[in-house]
């Protein structure tokens, strides 16, 4: 089992920053890929960005050169920096964790932590 707890949610301005953080604990070396999803009112949830154990990093092309994850290994926390938000940016975000044990994968999800880009 992985308990994810996500932090850092806000409101902010358009054009601001804000990062989010992802406490893990639990089955920690059992984890493949850590990421981010997000889901706008009304919407389904979408992946925002994706890093693997190797420390490959995908985004999705909305938050391209906006958004950057990161990953500190020693406290088992992730990143999520988000610059130059958008009033489109706005939704709840969760933290997703994909753990492999022999040859089952299941998914963890955060509670998720509310992001809204206003003015």
């Known amino acids: 089992q992985v308990q994810l707890v996500e932090s850092g949610g806000g409101l902010v301005q358009p054009g601001g920053s804000l990062r989010l953080s992802c406490a893990a604990s639990g089955s920690i070396n059992s984890i493949v890929v850590m990421g981010w999803y997000r889901q706008a009112p009304g919407k389904q949830r979408e992946s925002v960005t994706t890093i693997t154990r190797g420390g490959t990093t995908n985004y999705a092309d909305s938050v391209k050169g906006r958004f950057t994850i990161s990953r500190d290994n020693a406290k088992n926390i992730m990143y999520l920096q988000m610059n130059s938000l958008k009033p489109e940016d706005t939704a709840v975000y969760y933290c997703?964790?994909?753990?492999?044990?022999?040859?089952?994968?299941?998914?963890?999800w955060g509670q998720g932590t509310q992001v809204t880009v206003s003015s």
């Open positions: 997703n964790a994909v753990g492999l044990l022999e040859t089952t994968m299941t998914g963890y």
